[in-house]
Nanobody, 113 residues
Framework: QVQLVESGGGLVQPGGSLRLSCVAS?????????MAWYRQAPGKEREFVAS???????NYADSVKGRFTISRDNAKKTVILQMNSLKPEDTAVYYC??????WGQGTQVTVSS
């Protein structure tokens, strides 16, 4: 019954910003779980982007440090990825992950002029 629904993807020019949201529902206690974002570009393996623990400790891939910010709202069962200064190499399908075991369906982010 657990479901993760991402939103906020789209087409943006280099240097622009997007805000991705992932809302969890069903039999899951979000407040005790790590929440994370991964991405997969065409022809590449899925890679880690950012995570935030139940204690709000954050981790980022080196490629996005200083540009992306992950946050969470346990009351709303939501994890956010704020993406600034976007580059063409950020183009990928972005996936929400909660508690390691649960994945969203993905949302497309395309950075192009």
């Amino acid at each position: 019954q657990v479901q993760l629904v991402e939103s906020g993807g789209g087409l943006v020019q280099p240097g622009g910003s997007l805000r991705l949201s992932c809302v969890a529902s069903g039999s899951i206690i979000v407040r005790i779980l790590t929440m994370a974002w991964y991405r997969q570009a065409p022809g590449k393996e899925r890679e880690f982007v950012a995570s935030i623990s139940s204690g709000a400790t954050t981790n980022y891939a080196d490629s996005v440090k200083g540009r992306f910010t992950i946050s969470r709202d346990n009351a709303k069962k939501t994890v956010i990825l704020q993406m600034n200064s976007l580059k063409p190499e950020d183009t990928a399908v972005y996936y929400c992950n909660v508690g390691s075991d649960f994945w969203g369906q993905g949302t497309q982010v395309t950075v192009s002029s």
